[in-house]
C-alpha cells in the first residue's frame, strides 16, 4: 500500500518509484518541470542524458540534451511551451522546444560577474563570499516570466540578487545585496510572477519568501516558518508548492504565507529541491533517494 501525506484538502499518495528508466541511464535529478501535454521533464546530472522525458505515469519517453551541459540547476516551461534551462555553471538560460532543439541563449558561457567570489569557486557555500551584488550572471538558479514577457532571473549561488530582462532579452536592472536585512538575500534560489505581478524570491539561507513588485520593491516577507525555501510552483487556483531543501520537507500555501499542509521526513532529506504540479493537481518532487545526494523523482499523486 502507497504511504499517505498531506492533510485535509492537500492529502497524497507517495509514489517513490515513479520513474521507470531504461537499463543503462541513470538519474540525478536536480529539477522537474512539464509540459501543455503533462509530459515530465527531470533535469538530471549525470550521465549522457540531462533532460529526461516521461508521460505522467513515469514510463520513459526520450532524452535529449547530451554534451550541452555542465552543472544543471532549473527548468522552466514558457507559455509557448519551450523549456528554459538554467545551467549554473556556465552561467546561461538556453530555451529549447520540447523535442531538445536550442533557440536561444541569454548569459555567455563561464563569464562570471563580479561580486567578490573568487572565479574558480563553485562550491554550494560561494555564497558565503559574496561580498556585494553583481551584474548578470555568478552561478544562476531558476528564472520567471511575467504576461508581457518579461523575464526574471535568480542569481544566488556566486551572487545574490535578481536580474529583470525585457522579453527581447536586454538586462534592464537588478536589485539584491548579500545580507539577511529586508530586501538582502542570502541564495536567492527560486522566483516566480504570481498573478497579482508579484515577484516571489526564495531567499534560501535566510530562510524566507520575500515579496516584491517588479519594480524591485519589497512588497512583504512572509511571516511562516520555511526551511531552506528553493523553488516555487502557483497553480491556477493561487496555492503555492514549495520544497524545503534544508528540512527535507513539501509546504503547501496561499499567496500571503499561509500554510495550508506540510510533511516531510526532516534533515534526512536534505536537497528536497525542485516541485511542479500537473494539470490534474498532482505533484512531483525532487528528493534525495537511498543513497543520499542522489536524488530522483517521487510522485504525488492527489486523492
Not at 63 to 76: C, D, K, L, Y
Amino acid at each position: 500500500m502507497e504511504p499517505v501525506v498531506g492533510s485535509g484538502k492537500y492529502t497524497y499518495n507517495v509514489n517513490q518509484d515513479w520513474a521507470r528508466l531504461p537499463a543503462g541511464i541513470e538519474m540525478r535529478a536536480c529539477a522537474v518541470a512539464a509540459d501543455s501535454r503533462d509530459r515530465v521533464y527531470c533535469f538530471n546530472r549525470v550521465g549522457e542524458h540531462p533532460v529526461l522525458v516521461f508521460d505522467r505515469d513515469g514510463n520513459f519517453i526520450t532524452s535529449w540534451g547530451a554534451g550541452m551541459f555542465t552543472f544543471p540547476h532549473a527548468i522552466r516551461f514558457d507559455d509557448e511551451d519551450c523549456a528554459w534551462l538554467c545551467d549554473e555553471y556556465h552561467g546561461t538560460f538556453q530555451r529549447f522546444t520540447p523535442d531538445g532543439r536550442l533557440l536561444r541563449t541569454i548569459g555567455v558561457k563561464g563569464q562570471r560577474s563580479d561580486t567578490g567570489v573568487p572565479p574558480d569557486d563553485f562550491a554550494s557555500s560561494a555564497w558565503k563570499k559574496v561580498t556585494h551584488g553583481g551584474g548578470p550572471f555568478n552561478l544562476p538558479t531558476d528564472i520567471a516570466f511575467a504576461p508581457d514577457g518579461t523575464m526574471f532571473m535568480t542569481d544566488g549561488y556566486g551572487n545574490a540578487r535578481v536580474h529583470k530582462f525585457s522579453a527581447d532579452g536586454k538586462h534592464l536592472f537588478s536589485w539584491g545585496e548579500p545580507g539577511n536585512g529586508p530586501g538582502q538575500f542570502n541564495l536567492p534560489h527560486g522566483v516566480w510572477i504570481d498573478r497579482r505581478g508579484r515577484v516571489l524570491v526564495a531567499d534560501r539561507e535566510n530562510d524566507r519568501v520575500q515579496v516584491f513588485d517588479q519594480d524591485g520593491k519589497l512588497l512583504m516577507i512572509w511571516p511562516i516558518e520555511l526551511i531552506g525555501p528553493a523553488f516555487f510552483y502557483v497553480d491556477d487556483d493561487d496555492v503555492v508548492y514549495i520544497p524545503e531543501h534544508n528540512g527535507g520537507m513539501v509546504s503547501i500555501l496561499n499567496l500571503d504565507g499561509e500554510r495550508l499542509a506540510r510533511w516531510g521526513d526532516g534533515p534526512v532529506m536534505r536537497s528536497t529541491h525542485g516541485i511542479w504540479v500537473d494539470s490534474h493537481k498532482d505533484l512531483y518532487v525532487v528528493q534525495p533517494g537511498e543513497w543520499g545526494r542522489v536524488r530522483r523523482i517521487v510522485k504525488y499523486t492527489r486523492q
